[in-house]
Nanobody, 117 residues
Framework: QVQLVESGGGLVQPGGSLRLSCAAS????????MGWYRQAPGKERELVAT?????NYADSVKGRFTISRDNAKNTVYLQMNSLKPEDTAVYYC?????????????WGQGTQVTVSS
């Protein structure tokens, strides 16, 4: 089983920065991609950024957020700059693992990010 543990969330003022981290551990075969999603109150979970064969960002975070990976550590990071109140959400780490010919999706428990003055 694969476990994802996120850290780095918190309360920040508008215009501030936060860095989220997510480390995968357990019986890992091969991780194809890792990414971040978020869910605000009353809204559906949405993609923020993913890093696999290519890097993808939601339009709302382009130019402000940067995703990076340390494959040796099975860790993904999300550097969030110029944060806005609308970035407030629970941020979830996601990993796509390939075991032989099957893909498995794993989720972290989520970390709260609150942008408020």
């Amino acid at each position: 089983q694969v476990q994802l543990v996120e850290s780095g969330g918190g309360l920040v003022q508008p215009g501030g920065s936060l860095r989220l981290s997510c480390a995968a551990s357990g019986s890992i075969f091969s991780i194809n991609a890792m990414g971040w999603y978020r869910q605000a109150p009353g809204k559906e979970r949405e993609l923020v950024a993913t890093s696999g064969g290519s890097t993808n960002y939601a339009d709302s975070v382009k130019g402000r957020f940067t995703i990076s990976r340390d494959n040796a550590k099975n860790t993904v990071y999300l550097q969030m700059n110029s944060l806005k109140p609308e970035d407030t959400a629970v941020y979830y780490c996601n990993a796509e693992e390939k075991r032989f010919t099957t893909l498995h999706e794993h989720w972290g428990q989520g970390t709260q990010v609150t942008v408020s003055s």
